[in-house]
């Protein structure tokens, strides 16, 4: 499983990316801008992302708006749902509307934080991914 961690918080961004790095090969970024950058070369190289955790607070350009940009490539490529990018947003706070916002921006899935690696282990078997539960 190839994983993009996007958080512009160093200590969430480390911790996220230590505990994805359990499930597949793990990139991390800490902005919206290189998010989208590094979404778009792999996708290029016809190595896509297969999950990406996204931070919803971010400076410059929010995890929302990461998440239309990458949903609106998909959809001018065409791509089904059931092949595009999981994604997983992850919150400091358990606002129902920044939730509700991801859910209908197009996310799969939301992380509180703090997170730890039984909480993300559970949400990828969720979504599907082959994962071992800690």
Known sequence: ???LVVDDEMVSR???K???SHFGECDAVESGA???EMFT???NAWSPYDLISLDVQMPE??????LN???GMEREKNVPESKRVKVVMVTARSDKDAIMTSI?????DYVIKPFDKTVVAKKLAQLGFAVKLF
């Not at 350009?61 to 990461?66: H, T």
């Not at 209908?104 to 799969?108: F, K, P, S, V």
């Open 14 to 16: 480390e911790k996220m």
């Open 41 to 43: 070369k792999a996708w």
């Open 104 to 108: 209908q921006a197009g996310c799969n």
């Open 69 to 71: 940009r990458i949903r």
């Open 18 to 20: 230590m505990i994805m």
């Open 34 to 36: 290189d998010a989208v």
């Open 1 to 3: 499983m190839k994983i």
């Open 61 to 66: 350009m929010s995890g929302v708006e990461v």
